[in-house]
């Protein structure tokens, strides 16, 4: 018979994938979990950071070990990225949630397959405008952008968040997986 392939990506021309980071828990999952598509030779990938044009100020809320997880993460991407063609790193400074909106709509139009984000972000003020501008739900502050009707995406969007319970951890921030 005539069985269909098992593999998602069938057709031979690159799927694209793009990563929104903020920082946090789940937005590291969704790194890492893009990453290990991005093992499939069709897969391109592109990582966008955003980072606050304040450096003082940062664009997510979080503790001191979050940033440093966050940090180490982004390095440990960013080292790779010579070994491969298929991985991109852009970063995007910041400083309203107007201009999230307006990088998040730029990254969209670009012709992704797949657009991943973390759920959950901890509350700056960057966080507390999106909220405004979208009442948060489900998918968090920037999951609900990303299936807003106000978005033409013909990206799919998934929503990461991490499982803590697995790992038998309180702290989402805690987990280096």
């Known amino acids: ?20 980071f903020f920082g946090g828990a789940d937005d590291r999952e969704a790194l890492a979990y893009a990453r290990r598509m991005s093992q499939h030779p069709n897969v391109m990938l592109s990582l966008i950071r955003f980072a606050a044009s304040n450096p003082t100020i940062p664009i997510v809320g979080g503790t001191e070990r979050s940033r440093m997880l966050d940090a180490d993460i982004l390095s440990h991407f960013k080292l790779n990225l010579n070994q491969s063609e298929q991985v991109l790193y852009q970063e995007e400074v910041v400083s309203t949630g107007m201009d999230v909106l307006r990088v998040t709509r730029a990254v969209l139009e670009n ?31 920037i999951g609900e952008i990303l299936a807003s009707s106000d978005f033409e995406c013909s990206a799919s969007a998934l929503v990461m968040q991490q499982q803590t319970r697995l790992w038998g951890l309180q702290d989402p921030e805690e987990s280096t997986h």
């Open 1 to 20: 018979g005539n069985r269909k392939s098992r593999y998602i990506i069938a057709d031979p021309s690159s799927y694209r994938v793009a990563v929104l």
């Open 111 to 141: 012709g992704y397959d797949l657009v991943m984000v973390g759920r959950r972000h901890g509350d700056s003020n960057i966080m507390l405008q999106l909220g405004k501008w979208k009442q948060r739900g489900e998918l968090g502050s």
